[in-house]
């Protein structure tokens, strides 16, 4: 798609596999990270036109983490993130869109459900811009 890559970032390697593959059959680019730091590394490189995180993860850093760094960065303000999380308390998520967030998900999530929320993020990005 022309939207870019979108960077998965889930500490769980089939869960991770499971969304990039579905995500595939729709027509996205996906890149897989395990770590949030080596996630964060990657962003220059990968460019990422989204980025879906995981909020609990390896490497220092909690998805809220990595969304606040994505948006404290002139080149990256403007890559939407999504998170998606069994955390479903109130207080996780105001802080989650507190960061920027553009859509917090509570897992499980089924797949269409992701795929709509991915293209109406998108959707939205491009009216932004």
């Given at each position: 798609?022309?939207?870019?890559k979108i960077?998965?970032?889930?500490?769980?390697?089939?869960?991770?596999?499971?969304?990039?593959?579905?995500?595939?059959?729709?027509?996205?680019?996906?890149?897989?990270?395990?770590?949030?730091?080596?996630?964060?590394d990657?962003?220059?490189?990968?460019?990422?036109?989204?980025?879906?995180?995981?909020?609990?993860?390896?490497?220092?850093?909690t998805g809220?983490?990595?969304?606040?760094?994505?948006?404290a960065?002139?080149?990256?303000?403007?890559?939407?993130?999504?998170?998606?999380?069994?955390?479903?308390?109130?207080?996780?998520?105001?802080?989650?869109?507190?960061?920027?967030?553009?859509?917090?998900?509570?897992?499980?999530?089924?797949l269409?459900?992701?795929?709509?929320?991915?293209?109406?993020?998108?959707?939205?990005?491009?009216?932004?811009?």
């Amino acid at each position: 798609m022309s939207d870019g890559k979108i960077m998965i970032v889930e500490d769980d390697p089939i869960m991770a596999d499971t969304i990039a593959s579905m995500l595939e059959l729709y027509g996205y680019d996906t890149v897989i990270f395990h770590d949030a730091q080596k996630a964060v590394d990657a962003i220059p490189v990968e460019k990422p036109g989204l980025m879906m995180l995981d909020l609990n993860l390896p490497g220092g850093m909690t998805g809220i983490d990595i969304c606040r760094r994505v948006k404290a960065d002139p080149q990256t303000v403007e890559t939407p993130v999504i998170i998606a999380s069994a955390d479903d308390t109130p207080e996780t998520i105001a802080e989650a869109k507190a960061a920027g967030v553009a859509r917090y998900l509570v897992k499980p999530i089924g797949l269409d459900d992701l795929e709509r929320a991915i293209a109406a993020t998108l959707s939205e990005q491009r009216g932004s811009t």
